[in-house]
């Protein structure tokens, strides 16, 4: 090719305008878009996770439990049945406390207008292991202590105790079941109640007690 064609060729290039940009293909716009989207719906979940909050509550069938107290109260701590209702109670063998959760609720309950005591070691087996709920004493106070923010349910700590609760049963006793949150009384099924900070929870059968707790005063730093 001569010179004069060369020439000729490079003129017949038009560059484009000096700081104009370029429109960018269709497609880089859709995948950009498609990929942010992810990455905001990751980030969404990761953050429901980690609060706890896409967990849903336990729900326990109690017919399915072995060994459920039968008698009348006082009733035991259950020891004697935890292992074997662990799994169904969706509830783990700890070797120590995991606090990175860490939350009390106050239990009382009655039958026939009579306070049943909630025993010490609910959830604990001896040397062996504890578990996410459990008591410690005599004074009603549910401990919920876990590596995980997640929902427990009062069916859960009944499963441990194994006393079976419903919308109408505490153990033997069924057919008049009473349940109040924070001195209001509630309808439904208590066992499926989720277990918050300082709630002060009451269940009763057959006759209701004559005063009805809406508060517990839990010791400093529980």
Known sequence: MSKGKR???QRDVVPPPVGKKQPLDRRWWIGGAALLALVVV???VAAIRSSGQAAKPVHVEFAQLPGLQDGPPPWNNGAGELQDH???LHLDPLAQEALAFHIHQHLDVYVNGKRVT???SIGILGSSFITEVHTH???GVIHVESAQNRPYALAQFFGEWSVRLSGSCLGRYC???HWWLNGKPQTGNPADLVLKAHQEIV???GKAPTRIPSSYAFPAGE
Do not use: N
């Open 118 to 120: 909630v025993p010490p």
């Open 42 to 44: 990751g980030v969404a």
């Open 7 to 9: 020439i000729r060729a």
């Open 86 to 88: 662990l799994a169904l």
């Open 137 to 139: 004493q005599t004074d």
């Open 203 to 205: 269940v009763a059968a």
């Open 175 to 177: 057919g008049q079941l």
